[in-house]
């Protein structure tokens, strides 16, 4: 057995919640297929993602060489990647920024001081299990461990997502935001809430729009960045025609993740009415520089996206190689401030726990 086989076995019994889930989706699509049931298009690559390292490298045209240390970073968080995202990776170029952003490298396994399992203690403002209570008037929902890539600088790659999900989590969830009146906007997290089906965000839309004093639905999702065609008509039709507001969160981090697929629909998904906003994570090496977070800027607004937050990396285990210092973070944003209209620069910020809101850097 090569060490590559020997690594995804291991990989495969310290198979995460996410995993198992996703799997057991994947299993229910087939067995949908293979009953004659036309998948819609988003659903049938959500099931064929590239979790092979030595594959991803041969579409890239990349050496293998460098593999073994890459895949011991990535037993407990695996690769995750659609072909639609590879497809926009430069071949050739092991430094490509979306190459970086999911490949695992050696580095994650050195620890570093202050890096941690949950640098947001995020288990201190869960309400209920499933539900983050941190700032006023808003509630986060983690309504699924499932992601349509994996990213490796991700601040919940150590999620404790077995303690947040099911079913029956929801109903627990639901029932807490009746009882808060003073919570007005919901904000669908994970994981990523895109990973599932149109129907089962349907019940939970519709559970929700029954609470009379929530009156913004907020989404946050990188799928649609990774594969756009979830942007779909059955999803516009499931967000628009609500009693309230329904704002898109999209997590694009470099320009050439904004493709002409993902700007065709968020122009559709924007003539329904539906807000659209963009955060990205400061990452070294994939876009700090100035240059790259203008085009970003420019393609969003293109899309009918406003730029939101650049967030400063959370001080997750596993993510040192990507940290940008704030002195740097705050000239890279100066530089943009200087050559984009203020409403295309997103607010320069940083996640302090404790803290009534996120901490502005510069805004
Ligand atoms: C980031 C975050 C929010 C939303 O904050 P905004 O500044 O409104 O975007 C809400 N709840 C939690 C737990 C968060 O981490
Ligand atoms: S899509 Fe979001 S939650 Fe999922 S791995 Fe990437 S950064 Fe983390």
Redesign the pocket.
């Known amino acids: 057995m090569t060490m590559l086989h020997s690594l995804r076995l291991a990989g495969r019994k310290n198979e995460t919640p996410a995993e198992t889930q996703m799997k057991h989706q994947q299993t229910l699509m087939i067995t949908q297929e293979a009953s004659g049931w036309e998948l819609p298009s988003w659903q049938r690559q959500q099931a064929d993602l590239i979790t092979d390292p030595a594959e991803l490298l041969a579409m890239l045209d990349l050496p293998v060489e460098s593999l073994p240390d890459a895949l011991s970073a990535a037993t407990d968080f695996p690769l995750r990647v659609p072909r639609s995202y590879v497809a926009l990776m430069e071949r050739g170029n092991p430094h490509d920024p979306l190459l970086r952003q999911v490949l695992s490298v050696a580095d994650e396994m050195v620890a570093q001081p202050g890096f941690s399992a949950d640098p947001l203690d995020e288990a201190e403002h869960t309400a209920v299990p499933g539900l983050l209570h941190k700032y006023h008037g808003r509630a986060l929902l983690v309504v699924t461990g499932a ?1 349509a ?3 490796r600088y ?1 601040f ?2 150590h999620f404790p997502y077995q303690t947040h999900l099911s079913g029956k989590r929801w109903k627990q969830a639901l029932e807490w935001l009746a009882a808060r009146p003073d919570i007005n906007e919901v904000i669908l997290s ?3 809430p895109l990973t599932l089906s149109n129907q089962r965000l349907e019940q939970l839309l519709d559970a929700l729009e029954s609470i009379p004093h929530l009156r913004r639905l907020r989404i946050h999702s ?1 799928t649609p960045v990774v594969i756009p065609e979830r942007l779909e008509v059955g999803l516009k039709a499931l967000l628009t025609w609500r009693r309230w507001q329904t704002v898109l969160v999209l ?1 694009g981090n470099h320009p050439r993740e904004i493709s002409p697929a993902l700007v065709e629909r968020c122009r559709d998904l924007r003539s329904a009415g539906i807000t659209l906003l963009n955060q990205s994570v400061l990452l070294a090496g994939v876009n700090d520089r100035a240059d790259t977070l203008a085009e970003l800027s420019d393609r969003l607004f293109d899309a009918g996206v406003m730029p939101y937050y650049l967030h400063q990396l959370d001080a997750v285990q596993g993510a040192a190689h990507f940290a940008v210092s704030d002195e740097a973070a705050r000239e890279i944003h100066a530089a943009l401030r200087a050559r984009l209209p203020g409403f295309l620069v997103p607010r320069l910020t940083r996640e302090e726990p404790g803290e009534p809101a996120k901490t502005v850097l510069a805004g």
């Open positions: 992601c890539v994996h990213c991700c919940r790659r994970g994981g990523d990188r997590h």
